[in-house]
Structure formats: C-alpha cells, structure tokens
C-alpha cells in the first residue's frame, strides 16, 4: 500500500475539502503513477472528485450511511481489507491512499512507500494536516530536483518505511481448523484495530488489556484518569506502560468532539451539558471516540449496566440504514461446535420484521465467524403442525428474510429438535435444507433466546460470548458485570473481528 499526496512544508493538505494549490503537472505524475491500481480514500476527498476516475477503482472508506456513485464503499478496514480482496484477490494491483488526514492516519501501519509532492510553501488556510513522516520509520529514497509551475515550487519525495504490517493471506481450510478464537485472532491481528475500553479502571479490563497488547492483537485504549489507571494496574502486575490512556477530562480536542456530538444529537443537548457528558461518562466519551473514526470499536459493561452501554450506541452510533433496529446474539461453542443464537439479550417481544432483521444480521454474524449459515426460525410448531398467532409471525417472519435476502439459506417455522436432530427432521420437516442442520438459531422471543442460551450453556457445556449487538454502523459491545478476564480478552477479539 502507498500513500500519495502533495503537501506544503507543515504537512498542510487541504482546506475545505480542496487541493492547497492548482499544479497540472502534477495532477498528471498523479494520474500516471496511480493508472491502473486501486484509490483509497475519505468522504470528503471523494467529494472534492469531479467524476470517477477512468482506469482506476476507488475505495471510500468511510461511516457515512450513504452511497458513493462510482465507487466501492468500505465502513470499516475490515470491509476495506475484504473489498480490495475481491478487487484484486492476487495481491498484483497497486493501492494507493490519496486523503484525506483521518484515512492517512488510520492506514499508516499499513502503508509500506510513499510518493509526497512536497511544496515549498508555508500555507496560512488550511484545515486538513496529517503528521510528517517519522524519520525512524520512513528513509528517504530519493528527491527531485525542483520543479515550478504557476510561481510555485515543489519537488517529489519517495519515502520507503522500514516495517510495514503485511496483509498475511491464510489459506481456508487452514483457518476452519483452527478453535473460533484463535481464527479471529489470526484475522484481527492483519488490520490491528483499536478497541476502546471506557472502564480503564477495572482490574479485569487492564488484565485482558494487557494480555492483548502483549499478543499483538489489537490497540488497546484506556479511559480514565492515568495515575489512577497506573495505580491500579501496579496494584495487580499489570504492565501496560505502552497502552495509550485517554483522561476525557483533559482530552485535547474535546471542542470539536462536543461539536459533532451535538451535530449527531440535532439539537437534543446543549453545549453545556455536552461538555459535562462526555467529559464525566465514559460511555459518552468513547463512543464518539468511535464515531469520530478515533476508535474501531467499544467493549464496556464490566461494572456498567447494558443500558448504558447500548444507550450512547444508539444515540451516536447509531443503526445501519438497512436496519430499524438492533438484536443480540450469542456465541456458544464446546470444542468444534459452533452456534449462535438469537435475540436472547435486546428486544422482548419482536415484532415478524424485527426477527427478520434478526436472522439477516446474525447470519451475517455467523459469517464473520467463518460459518456457513444455516437459519433455523424455531417456534413450538413445525411446518404448520400447529396454528396461533406466535406461529404465523414466525413463518411471516422466514417469508420476509427470504424476500430481503434471496441467498439466505433460512427456513422455518421449525422446532428445535426438528432443527438440529438430522433424524427428527427427517420427520418433522423431510424437504428442509436447513431442519437438522442449523446452525444459527432465532428464538421468538427474548425469554426463549435467553433461557435457550443459559440451558446450553450450563447444562451443555458450552462457552458463550455475547451478547454481541448487532445491527449498529460499528462495532460496540456489552460485557456482563461477572465477567472474568477471559471474557473481556474474547469479547474484544470478536469485537474487532466484527468491524
């Protein structure tokens, strides 16, 4: 991956969503260096485009719940790491990231070369800035001579860093051999993505912190006052010296997060009590973090109530446009076995679209897990075999899921024993290609999805993680408060598996 940008001599980019200067020549070493390979880029650099660019496919990696004409849209780098994967599954195609500063910043660990026009201006209006290559990552190849056009001076830099972090490719059947943990850990580590820990102060948060910046899974980050984080992490032999710590209290650009977080709110809060929300609840706090493109996902919940980790989800980030509402899944495994159940955790009484949804984005869930789904829409009924209102909205319910996602492999509605014993099936439901195969399960009900996963879980023997919030444009889940270290270790992991 190489990044390509022109820049004047702070490092200045761009203002208002333009290039600080107007140099045709340059444009054209642009268009001829980046011919044929793939643009990665922000929104707002999309924006500044006239038109799409001929020869060249164009990636926006971006939050925006919108659609961008021309190009691939990526909400998260994992998305992105699976569209340029489509794109060029060979790895033979050059990417480049062309802006804007927050897209730089996010790729950086990734970007292994890279081509600066480098003008020889102090620019005064400028509002977009990315940091100067750090000599002790980057060595300067080589330079041009000077160039001038329109009275202006540049000349071209070619920057190599020393060790980039390569996309490692692993071959599948490599993968479905491996326990769901340690396949997850395999993924999240090629992006290292940033997971935000608004409980810093929790020993089990700091333990599970540590354990995943030492493994070099993820980018921990911790809220909270440092010399009381530090204190505490001392107080147990937790080392996390290299752990980034944010205190929202004496957070640097809390101006501009309290801008966005009263933009996101539409008037619903004023600046005053902004300020003393994000600066006094971490859930707030990291949360917008996330929003803001600063974090890649949130795990809380350790010693707060779900409620007030889903209630900033909601409100900040937000549901994805395809959806009107969020579920919970569960993760239930035991050895090789791998199952995942749902709504056992958000909605009570779910209306026929709101399983669904449910059943869409678990199996998307189950995906990202390395499953194949296999969507069993239970009830006490199998195929008719009995009439009342909670059946027809579970069969409305499988005949919705179908219409909206004609490649699901879903069916119902189907009795549990219908939908997991093969020779019950047989009897049950005989032209089902799910019945006694399934392997994500949607209750009815929370009471059932919630008693199912527990019966499971304690009677069978299977570990579960969950619930994970689905449905929502990032990455935010919610720990029980009796957690275990482990718990939070897994819940992170899967976290930034989900991006």
Known sequence: MKLILAVDKNWSIGNQGRLLYHLPRDLKHFKETTMGGILIMGRKTYESLPRKLPGREMVVLSRAQREFPGAYHARSIHELWNILEKIDPNHQRECFVIG???????????????????????????????????????????????????????RYQF????????????????????DLIERLKRQVKEVQPSIVFPEGTE????????RLQNEGILIPILLGGKTKINEIAYEHGYEISKIRIINPK????????????MERRKGKVNEEAAYKMLMTDENYFGTMLVYMGKADGLVSGAIH???????????????????KKVAGAFILRRGEQLYIFADGGVNIE??????????????????????????AMLSFSSKGSASHEEVTKVQEATRIAREKAPDLVI??????????????????APDSEVAGHANVFIFPNIAAGNIGYKIAQRLGGF?????????????????????????VYELAILTAALM
């Open 159 to 178: 920057y190599e860093k020393s060790n980039p972090i390569k996309r490692e490719k692993i071959q599948k059947g490599e993968l479905e051999k491996m």
């Open 350 to 375: 779910p209306s026929a679209e709101d399983l669904a949804e449910c059943a869409i984005m678990t199996a998307e869930t189950a995906k990202r897990c390395g499953m194949e789904p296999k969507v």
């Open 250 to 261: 004496k957070y640097p650009k809390i101006d501009k997060m309290v801008a966005a977080f």
């Open 305 to 323: 109530s779900t409620a007030d980790t889903v209630r900033p989800a909601l409100q900040i980030v937000k549901t994805r446009p395809e959806f």
């Open 100 to 154: 804007g500063a927050q897209i730089v910043e996010r790729l950086l660990p990734w970007i292994s070369e890279a081509i600066i026009t480098m003008i020889d201006r102090d620019t005064k209006e400028v509002d977009a800035r990315i940091e100067a290559l750090n000599p002790a990552e980057w060595k300067l190849i080589r330079e041009s001579i000077p160039k001038e056009e329109n009275g202006i001076s540049y």
């Open 411 to 428: 069916d119902g509605e189907l009795q549990f024993d219908a939908a997991f014993v093969p020779t019950v099936a047989k009897l049950k």
């Open 203 to 210: 020993p089990r948060i700091l333990g599970a912190a540590e």
């Open 463 to 487: 570990a579960a993680i969950g619930p994970v919030l689905q449905g929502l444009n990032a990455p935010i889940n919610d720990l029980s408060r009796g957690c275990v270290e482990q718990d």
